[in-house]
């Protein structure tokens, strides 16, 4: 295995975590603050989701001429930019300039979920399962960065609150930027595949396995965002818990995200991927009974906490499911497909939630995701005797 790249996405991933979990907590805190609407109050998170879909396929065409390291390299740039514009939105009192800091730190997030392919792809295809969940792991030291960036940052400039912590994330993505230049070489990246035959995507993303890891992603992407963009805003605004204690909670869900990627890469090869899909699903679909139960601090904590792990399996298990179905020579077309209905799916999810938590309420909101889930339980049993799910080799060496 490739550790020095790694070890580098791992520390980037650490990054990327810190500056989103911020983005995250602040974004309908803030907007809410900005807003002369209460219900666009997580519009600027809505527009940094959707943003990450737009650009979804600009990155990967990018990465495809330039290569991987120098597009996270650009894509860090621009997260020092959105975290400054950010900053001059709250020192202006700016909704829209906070909506175009949204915007452009949804271009780096773009990038940021290419992260996982450039682990897999640095690793023999065998090992790809923990080379995804590996890298993810830097998420937790986000989950206990980002907390306490937010906490001591938000009075460090007196004059303006929370403009300490978006610059020192600004300066936290300059590190990262030189960090990405140290990349190594990944599979993929020579010459040896230019006459590689590559089907039409129509054949690719037609795959049943195809079909149900990309949904698998929507899914966990989609339901794991409706329910953490609302929850600042539930809490917070509505609810009246402190800033520090809705911090709290978004520290466990993030926990809960990451923490299980320790298991989820050894898991899949024990158990198999889509028994861990499911078991993901399973833990979405409990988090939501949870959250139906009540709303007091406990109720968050633990929904939120099983929020995490769901969408850990499910995540983790669509991405290993979705390398299984394309040739090397096809994985920046097959990508950018995942990626634009993953976070498709995440920027509706992000752009509901505000508007439903206010007109309808918490409860309302919990409830909706259930269709979606016992969808993709029933397209997880569809596919289990599928070939293509016990791949464990590049599909241009399994057809040669």
């Not at 709250?90 to 909506?99: D, E, T």
Request: proline share 4%; hydrophobic share 55%.
């Amino acid at each position: 295995m490739k550790f020095r790249n790694l070890l580098i996405l791992t520390g980037c991933q650490l990054i990327s975590a810190t500056g989103a979990i911020i983005m995250v907590t602040l974004g309908g805190i803030i907007g809410s603050q900005l807003a002369t609407d209460p219900t666009l109050a997580t519009l600027p998170v809505s527009i940094m989701v959707l943003c990450v879909a737009a650009t979804t396929i600009p990155a990967t065409v990018l990465m495809r001429k330039i290569g991987r390291k120098f597009g996270f390299a650009l894509a860090s740039i621009s997260a020092v930019l959105s975290s400054l514009l950010a900053g001059l939105a709250l020192y202006q009192q700016s909704f829209f300039v906070f909506i175009l800091a949204g915007a452009v730190f949804g271009i780096n997030m773009a990038f940021t979920q290419q992260y996982r392919y450039a682990a897999a792809e640095s690793v023999d295809p065998k090992y790809s399962p923990r080379a995804i969940s590996f890298v993810l792991l830097g998420a937790i030291g986000g989950a206990i960065v980002g907390p306490e960036i937010v906490k001591f940052g938000q009075y460090a400039i007196p004059d303006v609150q929370f403009l300490g912590s978006l610059l020192a994330v600004s300066v936290l993505y300059v590190v990262q930027a030189f960090l990405f230049l140290a990349l190594g070489p990944m599979h993929g990246e020579d010459e040896t595949l230019i006459d590689e035959p590559q089907r039409p995507l129509r054949e690719i993303v037609s795959q049943p396995v195809f079909i149900v890891a990309v949904l698998g992603g929507m899914t966990a992407y989609g339901v794991m965002t409706f329910i953490m963009t609302a929850t600042p805003l539930s809490m917070h605004v509505h609810d009246g818990f402190n800033l520090e204690v809705t911090a709290q909670v978004i520290r466990s869900h993030v926990l809960g995200m990451y923490v299980p990627s320790l298991v989820s890469g050894i898991l899949i090869e024990r158990i198999g991927v889509t028994r861990l899909m499911a078991i993901g699903a399973f833990g979405l679909i409990a988090a939501c009974a949870i959250g139906l139960q009540g709303q007091s601090y406990m109720h968050y904590l633990y929904a939120l906490i099983l929020l995490g792990v769901g969408w850990n399996f499910l995540y983790v298990g669509g991405t290993t499911l979705v390398t299984r179905t394309y040739r090397l020579s096809e994985r920046f077309r097959a990508q950018a497909v995942n990626e634009f209905c993953v976070f498709g799916m995440s920027a509706l999810a992000s752009l509901l939630a505000g508007t439903i938590i206010y007109f309808y309420g918490w409860f309302t909101l919990i409830v909706v995701p259930f269709p979606l889930l016992v969808l993709i339980l029933v397209g997880l049993y569809y596919i289990r005797k599928d070939p293509l799910v016990g791949v464990t080799r590049p599909v241009a060496a399994q057809s040669a």
